[in-house]
């Protein structure tokens, strides 16, 4: 995989229109709706009730749906997409600009992963839900706040949280990386073509039809991708059918509006800040685990004072 991106991507408006962050953000919205709070939904809309590419609902078509006056960014043709170069704009804009964004994978019956990113210069949260379609069910939950990395982990019925220094920087790095995998997946597996430009409040967009897919006899195959000038994708979807089995994944991200506010904080703040204050009979214990039923249990020692160690986990 290429290195990572670094720096902000250049010419990046910062003043857009907010209509048009808004309108932005109605796909995220919309995915969040499908991820909920532990799971899927299972009265949420299948793939095939998602606009499609060549569907003049995926915003206001250009009367001739030409691509010919249409500059593509760079990596970006009309029969392609180099995805080492969409990897660096797109996580570079996870990395570094206000964002809100969320991602759905759906491996087989039963069995996903939800993900929900936002993210200012101030705050970042990040949210990770797996079910394996089997028995374990996984959650781990993350939110950075003046220097101090909140997390709450679960598996099952135990839950656990934590308090540590934590790097605001590092963690959008990881949670960036994370985002960017379900979109990598879309681009690895299918095969998209450009089919028309997408006029969004003012900002011209692209809109690539997915084609086909690398899977030994898919069937029902649907998708598309959205990129901005800047070559950051901004939404992408795939459906198939393999096997008797339906896949399905979903990505989109937005710009947070300028007048937006500060990123949330989640719910279980007040308690990991509670179960995870310091033990008075303990040294610099920060760590409790709260079993079904809602005891805590001291579990483990986390010095507040000791840096998080890069590449940590939160997954």
Not at 81 to 109: K, M, N, Q, Y
Not at 237 to 252: C, V
């Amino acid at each position: 995989m290429p290195g990572p991106a670094s720096g902000s991507i250049r010419g990046r408006p910062r003043t857009d229109a907010v209509p048009q962050r808004i309108r932005a953000a109605t796909a995220v919205a919309l995915l969040l709706l499908l991820a909920g709070c532990g799971g899927f939904a299972p009265s949420a809309p299948t793939p095939g009730d998602a606009p499609q590419a060549d569907s003049p609902s995926n915003g206001s078509v250009d009367p001739d749906s030409g691509l010919s006056d249409v500059p593509f960014p760079e990596g970006f043709t009309r029969t392609g997409i180099d995805i080492a170069t969409a990897r660096e704009r797109s996580v570079a804009f996870l990395r570094t600009e206000p964002v809100t964004g969320v991602a759905v994978e759906r491996f087989r019956a039963g069995a996903y992963a939800d993900y929900e990113y936002d993210a200012t210069p101030e705050r970042i949260r990040f949210r990770l839900d797996v079910h394996n379609g089997y028995v374990d069910v996984t959650r781990s939950d993350v939110f950075v706040d003046d220097g101090v990395r909140y997390s709450r982990s679960a598996r099952n019925r135990d839950v656990s949280f934590e308090a540590s220094n934590g790097s605001l920087e590092e963690t959008r790095y990881r949670a960036a990386d994370s985002m960017w995998a379900v979109a990598s997946r879309i681009l690895t597996v299918g095969d998209f073509r450009a089919v028309r430009s997408v006029d969004e409040d003012g900002e011209r967009l692209i809109r690539y039809a997915a084609t086909d897919v690398a899977a030994r006899n898919a069937t029902d195959v649907r998708g598309y991708l959205t990129v901005d000038g800047d070559g950051v994708i901004r939404e992408a979807r795939l459906s198939y059918a393999q096997a008797g089995e339906s896949k399905r994944f979903e990505y989109a991200v937005a710009p947070r509006p300028g007048d937006g506010g500060e990123v949330a904080p989640p719910a279980w703040l007040p308690a990991a800040r509670t179960d995870a204050a310091p033990d008075p009979d303990g040294e610099g214990e920060t760590s409790a685990r709260v079993r079904a039923g809602g005891r805590a249990e001291r579990v483990s020692s986390t010095s507040v004072a000791r840096p998080e160690p890069i590449g940590g986990q939160f997954l």
